[in-house]
């Protein structure tokens, strides 16, 4: 079965600290996606990976692929609270049309 | 913003009857999406489609059915709603595998 996984599903952190949310997943792919979601909204893309070794920066927020380890992350730097929101990982699979998705991490970051 | 307009927003049902709800993309782009949110689930796809009368089912398809005559509707159908259908439904496009897929703003369906 086509899983993918993030960890931690809860995040509660300060302002300032940095952090990261991880994104496993189990079947062969080379596209990862991550998306926000803010409470009662909809979805809304912050980085699209499509290689091995790729890294996108955006603001306080920095995605990475790892495709031999099937492995993303989302790294979050000196965290504001306007960053508070449930993170997705949705990954391609490959000869298909369709994205798995992670369960999301909500994360809340207190002033 | 991408053009995507799903309709209605809101939607209370009674269990057995069945509802329509219709994603709207003036994007041109290829593949459309329904999934289902629901709390600790994450989204889950029903069905997509990857061009005009193209459509498959995802893994929650079972109670729903979809159409798309043309490129830029795509319709999920709930034959008989039941109350496990209660959910916030997504529809998402995307011009194709190497960019992002865009959302509506979504669908708050209760059937009671």
């Known amino acids: 079965e086509l899983k993918v996984e993030q960890n931690p599903l809860f995040l509660s952190m300060q302002e300032g600290k940095n952090y990261t949310i991880y994104c496993n997943y189990s079947?062969?792919?080379?596209?990862l996606y991550w998306y926000r979601q803010d409470p009662g909204k909809s979805l809304e893309s912050l980085f699209v990976?499509?290689?091995n070794g790729a890294v996108k920066q955006e603001g306080r927020l920095m995605a990475s692929l790892d495709t031999k380890a099937r492995l993303s992350t989302l790294h979050i730097t000196a965290a504001v609270h306007d960053l508070s929101a449930t993170y997705f990982c949705?990954?391609?699979?490959?000869?298909?049309?369709?994205?798995?998705w992670g369960a999301g991490t909500k994360l809340i970051i207190k002033p | 913003d991408a053009g995507i307009t799903q309709s209605p927003r809101h939607k209370v049902t009674e269990t057995g009857t069945p509802v329509t709800l219709r994603c709207h993309q003036t994007?041109?782009?290829?593949?459309m999406y329904w999934y289902r949110q629901d709390p600790g689930h994450g989204l889950r796809l029903i069905h997509y489609s990857y061009g005009v009368k193209d459509t498959d089912k995802g893994e929650v398809s079972d109670g729903y059915s979809v159409s798309r005559s043309k490129t830029e509707d795509f319709l999920l159908t709930l034959e008989s709603a039941t109350s496990s259908q209660t959910s916030v439904y997504f529809c998402?496009?995307?011009?194709?595998?190497?960019?992002?897929?865009?959302f509506g703003q979504g669908t708050r369906l209760t059937v009671v």
């Open positions: 990976l499509l290689s």
């Open positions: 994007e041109n782009h290829r593949y």
């Open positions: 998402a496009i995307n011009g194709n595998r190497n960019t992002e897929a865009f």
């Open positions: 949705a990954v391609d699979i490959p000869g298909n049309y369709q994205l798995i």
């Open positions: 079947t062969t792919s080379d596209r």
